[in-house]
């Protein structure tokens, strides 16, 4: 650790001495800690491309979610984003949750997966989940960008970037404690701020969120409400300004969470999805199901003036240990609650480490040519561990498998984005980075006990090295004061790795290639009457080469990763909110997405598929209907719905010179969707569905109390996350395994601010 905080400090301080020479600031600092600007107009002030801009002028598909807005419904992490933001999808599994934008993203089976829809918090990347369990609390908002955001983002954002920004020290003391009752988890989550000044130049905020509840699905083997949830969360931002010309924020994030018992559920192979809020699974030899779950993320931002130019540092340190342990629900479908003897059981230990550096120059704003430079580095560390076991009654066998798997990572890239304005309505933008990346893996596997080896041993070693350029050209045309057209061409990409948890894994299948994408874009975006209707629309065509895949096949019960040779994805996205009077609003959200495979070579065999295309027990390769020869071009790809939407309603209603009444509402919408890799038409389809949340809160008018009740999934949707076929003989009884998402629950809320 000790080497890590230095390498932070000496950032601070290269930086800090540059500031007594320096003359005073003539641009605003960048907005690390900008938030909604309250004021009539209704902007939304982002950082989308490194600078404070209104989210009216900044020409990218994206949408942004304020801290406010998530913590009315008590938001926990990433899934809840998708309740607001069209074409996104956060896919629910037993720890490894993934975001999908636009219908691509990184699937969870493969850990070593760096991410297609890459998170920062902070300006920190975060490639993997389990790295971001702090900061979702006491935000200042969620920037979501869709699309290749290679040129100024860069680190794996081929299909999007997910933007966290934590809020910062306030200029006054103030703070608020925060309390809340779950009734259906049958438990507590407390959360508070404390904010303000320590001295003339050094603010601070200490926020924390302490969560102990239960879960919404009964355990019989263990007379448990699965998953039980503990979790505390914390951070400490420190902001120094010690003169007009430099300010140097430091954040440290802790977050500990622990998970009891899984959100398996089993359901019939032969019907639709019939998932139950009950499940039979007793402890298995490694231990309690769950998750256990602990990280640090350090980070330092610090702003110099340079003249008239800005100087940003932004130094980042990142760490994880994570011990997830699966099971599967042991209920047999339509049997009355009996329960196979057979069980399946893994546990995946990981361990984490990186550091990042990024240094930026930023010119002057209302100048014939402004830009963006910079430069960025990253270093990190990966183990993961997969133990394996198997008690199978059929074959007679009990016994356990354990691989270890090691990457360490290196990446550099150069960028820069130039703006011309070409007359006071047109702008011209092009962005450019290069990125390198080398990455060393290595992989073993072992039989610990066991009659014989019921999956294959085996070893791996691959090294890469590799540079991707990712270019953009944006124009952009004012057409009226406030409104804006804008047409964009980019491209991003995904650097390549090695399959990390698959056993049977040889140095022949161990690497796979990167990624790459390309994106086509035309929006308008329009402020009317004054700020009080606010409307954007886009169209897109992103085509993904390359697109790494890992699939589920039931028939070994393992998973097949790799690259799928391309696919398209197209589509409509847009926006509509509207403020008629101060105490009410509406905002609507839409889109529409079709996403198909061009060219997918050699892939696993749908369930639609007839054995006479394509057969998983065919060995002949000669053979049609051989797997090497399956294509699955014209084919969709799984969780991805074509029809996305979201409504949220604000009333405010005054009940008196003291008190007043907020009631929120918020419906999220999708349409269809595979949620089995095999897309199997019976028991892999999520239907359409409809969620409503809903938030009625009591407070004085200088909300300086509160109380609220909040209900969740009010109509009580049953929707699954993803879906696979547990087969024989791995289990005696073959059914579907379903991951089922929260129900309906409801809260009571009490607050404080001072």
Known sequence: ?????????????????????????????????????????????????????????????????????????????????????????????????????????????????????????????????????????????????????????????AAGAVSVVSAGPTKDFEGAITGLYNFDHKGTDFSGYLSGP??????????????????????????????????????????????????????????????????????????GQDPQTTRYLERSALGDEGNDNKSVMISGVGNLALGDFTLTSVTGYSWFKSKIVNGFDQTIPNSG??????????????????????????????????????????????QLEQYQGFNIAALNYFGRIDSLFKQKAESWSAFGQATVNISDAFRAIGSLRYSHTKKDGDFASRLVYGPFALRPISSATGSISEGNVDPSVTLQYDIAPRIMVYGTWGRGSKSGGFVSNTLGTTSATFTFEPERSENFEAGIKSTLFDGKVIANVSAYHTKFKDLQVSVYQPATSSYLTGNAAAATSKGLEGSLSIFPTPNFDISASAAYSDIKYDNYPGAACLASQPLSVCNPAQTDRTQPNHVANNNL????????????????????????????????????????????????????????????????????????????????????????GSAFNLPSPITANPRAILYLEPTRNISVEAGIKF
């Open 1 to 157: 650790m000790k080497v890590h905080t230095q390498f932070l400090l000496s950032g601070v301080a290269a930086i800090a001495m540059l500031a007594n020479t320096a003359p005073a600031m003539a641009q605003a600092a960048p907005a690390d800690t900008a938030d909604v600007d309250d004021s009539n107009t209704n902007e939304i002030i982002v950082t989308a491309q490194k600078r404070e801009q209104n989210l009216q002028n900044v020409p990218i598909s994206m949408e942004v979610v304020s801290g406010a807005k998530l913590a009315e419904f008590n938001t926990s992490d990433i899934k809840a984003v998708m309740n607001y933001t069209p074409n996104v999808f956060v896919q629910s599994t037993a720890g490894n949750d993934v975001i999908y934008i636009r219908g691509f993203g990184s699937p969870p089976a493969n850990f070593a997966f760096d991410q297609s829809v890459s998170l920062y918090v902070d300006g920190i990347y975060a490639g993997r989940n389990r790295q971001a369990q702090a900061p979702f609390f006491d935000l200042a908002r969620v920037e979501v960008l869709r699309g290749p955001q290679g040129a100024l983002f860069g680190k794996n954002t």
């Open 198 to 271: 320590i001295t003339d130049t050094l603010g601070a905020r200490f926020a924390y969120k302490i969560v102990n509840q239960d879960g919404y699905i009964y355990n019989r083997a263990t007379d448990h409400d699965d998953p039980e949830i503990r979790s505390q969360l914390l951070r400490l931002t420190l902001k120094w300004e010690p003169s007009d010309n430099f300010d140097y924020t430091a954040k440290v994030e802790y977050g500990n969470r622990e998970v009891i018992g899984g959100i398996t559920v089993s359901s019939p192979l032969t019907s």
């Open 633 to 720: 071009a014209g084919y969709p790809v799984a969780y991805s719905s074509k029809y996305t939407g979201s409504v949220t309603a604000h009333g405010r209603f005054d009940m008196s010179d003291d008190l007043k009444l907020d009631i929120t509402g918020v419906a999220s919408a999708r349409s269809k969707y595979f949620n089995s890799d095999n897309q199997s038409p019976i028991f892999g389809v999520q239907g359409g569905y409809v969620k409503l949340d809903l938030r009625v809160q009591l407070a004085d008018q200088d909300d300086r109390w509160h109380v609220a009740l909040v209900g969740k999934n009010l109509t009580n949707e049953k929707t699954i």
């Open 337 to 382: 609650g009996a329960v196979t003897a057979n069980s399946v059981y893994n546990a995946f230990p990981e361990r984490f480490d990186q550091i990042s550096q990024e240094i930026r120059i930023l010119s002057p704003t209302g100048r014939t040519f402004e830009f963006i430079v910079g430069a960025y580095y990253d270093k990190s560390n990966y």
